[in-house]
């Protein structure tokens, strides 16, 4: 087993309670960490986050689990910090089924149930530096890829995220090699989430569209996705513009201006054909290797799914 070096890893521990923060604390340090912040707020923690992105991130999520898994998740979506890769393991007190599937989607590394010992926790980093997961993004979703059956097809492209603690703890990079690497990591990291992420909410806005054909415009499930397809184009410009793709970035104005017409109650054939040209316009130029039939093939497929899925849910009612 190979010795790890944390003399030089950055750690920050968010924990509303200062006594759980220095035992939380107390147990790095005894584990080899020097370079320790503590936070009592999730707003310190996201503020210490942009300002200077640990390596790792030890968060507790009692009494403020939704707002700490939401936080992760727009952590690991990138929009607002350097490195939305680093290591995350959330700790709880309690351990239940909801809890568990919350921290998972979150896009959290680890969830580690209190109290635990120097030993414990030591294991949990070690499995972080040497064995940590593959990232995979999804229209709601970016983090570690927890697929139980790893033999069912998926189309769901996997990365290697960059691992400053890996950088500093197993390959003894200093301070300055290991944001180096971590630069040139990050680039080519986020070239592959941005455009995975691109291509999927685009494919998502062609399935809401089609969705919203067969749903009457006054009705509160129209509404609802209209809402759900402005917000998504919104955020794909935002992208878009970051890297500085000039067709999307038109396609999505156009998107709006349609979604603009129909929220003023303007001829609603022309606007829903608009939006339904612009969504699948913006799909096809996010993934050039498809054609536009290959494209509505399987939007109608996924669409036919979701139906099916409504149904039953319907029927079980």
């Known amino acids: 087993m ?3 070096s944390f003399d030089t890893a950055e750690v920050l ?9 220095n035992a939380t604390r107390a147990a790095l340090y005894t584990i080899g960490f020097r370079r320790i912040e503590t936070v009592g707020t999730i707003d310190a923690f996201v503020e210490s986050v942009r300002r200077r992105p640990p390596d790792l ?3 507790e999520i009692q009494g403020s689990d939704a707002e700490l898994c939401d936080t992760i998740q727009e952590l690991r979506q990138g929009l607002a910090v350097y490195n939305p890769f680093i290591v995350v393991i959330v700790t709880a007190w309690e351990q239940s089924a ?5 921290v998972l989607n979150s896009g959290a590394d680890d969830l580690l149930l209190r109290p635990f010992s120097t030993t414990t926790l030591s294991t ?8 940590r997961k593959a990232f995979v993004v999804t229209t709601d979703y970016v983090g570690p890829d927890r697929r139980k059956d790893s033999n069912r097809a998926s189309k769901a492209q996997l990365f290697e995220p960059p691992n400053s603690l890996q950088m500093k703890a197993l390959d003894r990079l ?25 291509r999927r909410d685009a494919f998502q806005l062609c399935v ?6 067969s749903k009457s415009s006054s009705s509160d499930a129209f509404r609802v996705d209209l809402a759900k397809l402005k917000e998504k184009t919104r955020a794909i410009a935002r992208r878009c513009l970051e890297t500085e793709i000039e067709k999307a970035s038109a396609l999505c104005d156009s998107i709006l201006a349609a979604i603009d017409g129909i929220e003023a109650g303007v001829d609603r054939n022309t606007s829903m054909r608009l939006l339904g040209q612009s969504t699948f316009s913006l799909a096809e130029t996010l993934s050039p290797d498809k054609s536009m039939a290959e494209h509505m093939q399987e939007v109608d497929a996924t669409v036919a799914l979701v139906k099916a899925r409504m149904a039953q849910e319907t029927v079980a009612i």
């Open 2 to 4: 190979s010795r790890l």
């Open 13 to 21: 521990v968010y924990d509303p309670v200062s006594a759980n923060r």
């Open 57 to 59: 991130a030890l968060c």
């Open 98 to 102: 909801a809890l568990v599937a919350r």
């Open 124 to 131: 949990r980093i070690r499995n972080h530096v040497e064995r």
């Open 174 to 198: 200093t301070s300055e090699e290991a944001t180096q690497r971590l630069d040139r990591e990050l680039k080519e990291a986020r070239d592959v989430m941005t455009s995975e992420k691109l």
């Open 208 to 213: 809401l569209w089609r969705l919203m054909q």
